[in-house]
């Protein structure tokens, strides 16, 4: 496959914008890709580039884009211990603004000064105060990522329904909205809901690979301009599928509106809701969801720039936000920034 089709940066002239993350020294930096921009070299001048401005910046932190509508991360000013706080640095979703996941409840998971939340997978999890998805106003496109590390383990291939084991790493509804979750056999589901069509797309081969007590990162993206949803593991594509039916429905079932939890799969009309008592057991350190189904170069290059802070060795041991030097190299693409409008 060309890069022109598997990177769709090149040939049809966005602008990338990189910019720093300290909001007293900040820059932005635009880089026109022209549409000559076919060959290998030019993509690595582009790639180039951008590392060399993320390696040379002094500043600490991720600036997040407009796509973005939730960003949970544990940088220091995101964690509040005294407020019970976990905030989200998006922009929000909507008019509704940005919220935090709450830790002040008795089955909160359990803050770790490493820099990531622990799911004991028996009661604990996080539920969010915002955003509250809208049956008014449906995702054109979504992505979900996640970092993690998980050890269950069980027989099942599709956590679903009675079934729902280790569910999830972010849940607004399987049957309403999305969740992203791992089953008990290593494999990432990437579950979505479009007018009348639920898919429970999961990843078949290399079972048993992310449930080994590592770090990974996992995004799943849905397109309803391309039909088509993707699941990345560490930067890289795994799954792809192409839905046959819902396309030009949008995502989700628009019955009902949905209130979000991390750690747990969500059935609430309202803040901390019913839930399905699914628990996933493990760690999570980040969870971000843009209003864009992100490209396969956009997700690789995340991973590059996140991997510092939040791989293995980077949350193993005591870490220190301010040695991290890192910016979120994101290209935009403004017709697809569809949460912000009815479908």
């Known amino acids: ?3 022109r089709a598997r990177c769709p940066l090149f040939g049809r002239s966005p602008t ?11 820059r932005s930096v635009h880089v026109k890709a022209s549409p000559a921009l076919t060959t290998w070299h030019n993509a690595l001048l582009l790639w180039s580039l951008a590392l060399h401005i993320w390696t ?3 500043q600490t932190g991720v600036t997040l884009t407009e ?7 544990l940088q220091p000013e995101s964690y509040d211990s005294a407020t019970h706080q976990w905030n989200d640095r ?3 979703y909507l008019d509704q603004g940005a919220g935090y996941a709450s830790t002040s409840h008795t089955n909160a998971a359990t803050y770790n000064a490493n820099g990531y939340f622990t799911f004991d997978g028996t009661s604990n999890y996080l539920p969010l105060t915002k955003p509250e998805l809208l049956t008014s106003h449906k995702h054109c496109a979504v992505t979900v990522g996640v970092w993690f590390r998980s050890t269950y383990s069980d027989s099942e291939l599709s956590e679903t329904g009675s079934n729902s084991g280790n569910w999830a790493f972010l849940d607004f509804d399987r049957s309403e909205y999305f969740n992203l979750a791992i089953g008990g056999k ?8 479009h007018d009348s069509t639920l898919d429970d797309m999961t990843t078949t081969t290399n079972l048993n690979t992310l449930n080994d007590g590592n770090w990974h990162y996992a995004v799943g993206t849905f397109s309803d301009w391309t039909s088509e949803k993707v699941i990345y593991v560490d930067g890289l594509e795994w799954y792809r599928r192409t839905l046959s039916t819902g396309r030009g429905s949008g995502l989700g079932r628009g019955s009902t509106n949905r209130y ?7 059935e609430a009309t309202s803040f901390d809701g019913s839930r399905n008592n ?20 956009q997700v690789a290059i995340n991973y590059k720039l996140l991997q510092p802070t939040y791989g293995s060795a980077a949350l193993s041991s005591s870490w220190c936000v301010t040695g991290a030097k890192f910016i979120h190299c994101i290209t935009r693409a403004p017709a697809m920034d569809s949460a912000r409008r009815s479908h």
Request: net charge neutral; glycine share 12%; with cysteine.
């Open 56 to 58: 040379s910046s002094a």
């Open 186 to 193: 290593g494999q990432i589901q990437w579950s979505t809901k």
């Open 278 to 297: 699914g628990y996933f057991l493990g760690d999570v350190a980040l969870v971000h969801c843009y209003s864009i189904a992100l490209t396969p170069c």
């Open 16 to 26: 990338r914008r990189v910019r720093d993350a300290n909001a007293s020294n900040a």
């Open 67 to 73: 796509s973005s509508f939730l960003w949970l991360d």
């Open 1 to 3: 496959m060309s890069l």
């Open 260 to 266: 979000g939890f991390i750690g747990d799969g969500s």
């Open 90 to 92: 998006s922009n929000g």
